[in-house]
């Protein structure tokens, strides 16, 4: 990486928060250089277009905002669902799958603007600065990665606020939030507050979308996923786009209460953390699509297929996105995709997402060999042979012990 001494632009990932709007006027005054504010919409749902106003009132020389949300669906989030990614079998990896894509987006904006730096916001004790200087010294080692957070003196919320007060840096201050948040098309992670109380039940405040079991309706919502080559395409009949489907499967999964998660995890830089997370739709696809691969792939390709799930989880989780082993995983998982066609039968109730009947035209299911019926067709016979074969090495074992 460059000398600080060279820099003489530097582009800033920037949210409008607190931390950004205070970066960029920190960032001017420490490097007496241009900054460049750059903003990913990944389905945050938020009216972005005020940034740039705010952004430009906060010293930035722009600000460019992209829509990132269809790159997101189906280069990010496609290969996690079919990959079945839950980091620690619960998280499903949401903020850890957007990081790389804004990452990449601002490596290839600051190439373009001719930056010699990428700035970002993150603290010195969480994964996205992991995730963020990764992607960025995977595609652009030449580029200095500052983080203000980690180095500045400002070392508390408050000591952030009289900064910008000192400065009229426009912010929105409300001391009312307790909660750290952080939302994408995929999901929503929610940390800090009352939530760093481990054994204390998670205020009724903390979820945002996701209903109360007390307020889900008392009658269950029946929903069928139709798949073509592992993508989901329809809901009910009706085609979606990815990222519209999703849009709808976070609503109504939402409205029935699934997708909770409340868990201790092992963060990247070796300490433990309690998070929330909402993730009706991702609750409900995995689910789905690990049900429709049940019936459609044999035996040894589910078994394997697991043992790479779980080491995408991490790489994903880890920040090597852009490693030539994840590649090679979602290389892997694409054939196994061509034969994940069918429909899958859910019925939503009280928090739960529960499989109740699943179809394909690539079923392995043979009725004539799956039945207890007259009809059945599998040689009973048979099997003592298979048996004494596939327990000979144990047979051969027990009796040389036992002399």
Same mark, same amino acid.
């Given at each position: 990486?460059?000398?600080?001494k =060279?820099?003489?632009?530097?582009?800033?990932a920037?949210?409008?928060?607190?931390?950004? *709007? &205070?970066?960029?006027?920190?960032?001017?005054d420490?490097y007496?250089?241009? %900054?460049?504010?750059?903003?990913?919409?990944?389905?945050q749902?938020?009216?972005?277009?005020?940034?740039?106003?705010?952004?430009?009132?906060t010293?930035?020389?722009?600000?460019?905002? @992209?829509?990132?949300?269809?790159?997101?669906?189906? @280069?990010?989030?496609?290969?996690?669902? =079919?990959?079945?990614?839950?980091? #620690?079998?619960?998280?499903?990896?949401?903020?850890?799958?957007?990081?790389?894509?804004?990452?990449?987006?601002?490596?290839?904006?600051?190439?373009?603007?001719?930056?010699?730096?990428i700035?970002h916001?993150?603290?010195?004790? +969480?994964?996205?600065?992991?995730?963020? #200087?990764?992607?960025?010294?995977?595609?652009?080692? =030449?580029?200095t990665?500052?983080?203000? &957070?980690?180095?500045?003196?400002?070392?508390?919320?408050?000591?952030?606020?009289?900064?910008?007060?000192?400065?009229? !840096?426009? !912010?929105?201050?409300?001391?009312?939030?307790?909660?750290?948040?952080?939302?994408?098309?995929? +999901?929503?992670?929610?940390?800090?507050?009352?939530?760093?109380?481990?054994? $204390?039940?998670?205020?009724?405040?903390?979820?945002?979308?996701?209903?109360?079991?007390?307020?889900?309706?008392?009658?269950?919502?029946?929903?069928?996923?139709?798949?073509?080559?592992?993508?989901?395409?329809?809901?009910?009949?009706?085609?979606?786009? $990815?990222?519209?489907?999703?849009?709808?499967?976070?609503?109504?999964?939402?409205?029935?209460?699934?997708g909770?998660?409340?868990? !201790?995890?092992?963060?990247?830089?070796?300490?433990? *953390?309690? @998070?929330?997370?909402?993730?009706?739709?991702?609750?409900i696809?995995?689910?789905?699509?690990?049900?429709?691969?049940?019936?459609v792939?044999?035996? #040894?390709?589910?078994?394997?297929?697991?043992?790479?799930t779980?080491?995408?989880s991490?790489?994903?989780?880890?920040g090597?996105?852009?490693?030539? $082993?994840?590649?090679?995983?979602v290389a892997?998982?694409?054939?196994a995709q061509?034969?994940v066609?069918?429909?899958?039968?859910?019925?939503?109730?009280?928090g739960?997402?529960?499989v %109740?009947?699943?179809?394909?035209?690539?079923?392995?299911?043979?009725?004539?060999?799956?039945?207890?019926?007259?009809?059945d067709?599998f040689?009973?016979?048979?099997?003592?042979?298979?048996?004494? $074969?596939?327990?000979?090495p144990?047979k051969?074992?027990?009796? &040389?012990?036992?002399?």
């Open positions: 990486m460059g000398s600080h =060279q820099i003489k632009k530097i582009v800033l920037y949210s409008g928060g607190l931390d950004t *709007s &205070v970066i960029v006027k920190w960032l001017i420490k007496s250089c241009e %900054v460049i504010a750059y903003c990913g919409d990944v389905g749902g938020a009216d972005l277009s005020p940034l740039e106003e705010r952004a430009k009132k010293g930035a020389s722009k600000l460019l905002i @992209e829509d990132l949300r269809e790159d997101f669906a189906q @280069e990010y989030l496609l290969p996690a669902l =079919q990959l079945h990614a839950l980091y #620690e079998g619960q998280y499903d990896l949401a903020t850890a799958l957007n990081r790389p894509l804004i990452a990449k987006r601002l490596v290839d904006f600051a190439l373009s603007e001719g930056a010699d730096a700035a916001g993150c603290t010195g004790k +969480g994964n996205d600065q992991v995730r963020f #200087e990764a992607t960025i010294n995977a595609l652009a080692p =030449q580029l990665i500052l983080a203000p &957070v980690r180095e500045w003196e400002l070392t508390s919320r408050e000591s952030e606020i009289a900064y910008a007060e000192k400065h009229n !840096i426009p !912010i929105e201050i409300s001391h009312e939030k307790i909660y750290s948040i952080d939302k994408c098309l995929w +999901g929503i992670s929610i940390e800090c507050g009352p939530l760093e109380d481990p054994y $204390l039940e998670p205020p009724r405040n903390t979820y945002i979308t996701v209903k109360h079991l007390d307020e889900t309706p008392d009658t269950p919502e029946y929903l069928e996923l139709d798949f073509e080559k592992g993508v989901p395409q329809r809901i009910n009949g009706k085609a979606y786009s $990815l990222v519209d489907l999703i849009v709808e499967l976070n609503k109504v999964g939402g409205n029935h209460g699934v909770r998660i409340d868990m !201790i995890e092992n963060r990247l830089v070796g300490i433990k *953390s309690r @998070e929330v997370y909402e993730t009706p739709a991702g609750s696809l995995i689910k789905a699509h690990r049900d429709l691969e049940s019936l792939l044999d035996r #040894e390709m589910l078994h394997y297929k697991e043992n790479l779980n080491k995408f991490e790489l994903v989780y880890y090597l996105w852009f490693s030539t $082993l994840r590649e090679s995983i892997f998982n694409d054939v061509q034969y066609t069918g429909t899958v039968r859910l019925k939503l109730f009280k739960q997402a529960t %109740v009947g699943r179809k394909s035209k690539n079923s392995l299911y043979l009725d004539e060999l799956s039945t207890y019926a007259e009809h067709k040689d009973q016979s048979s099997s003592k042979g298979f048996i004494d $074969l596939w327990t000979l144990l051969v074992a027990g009796q &040389v012990r036992k002399k």
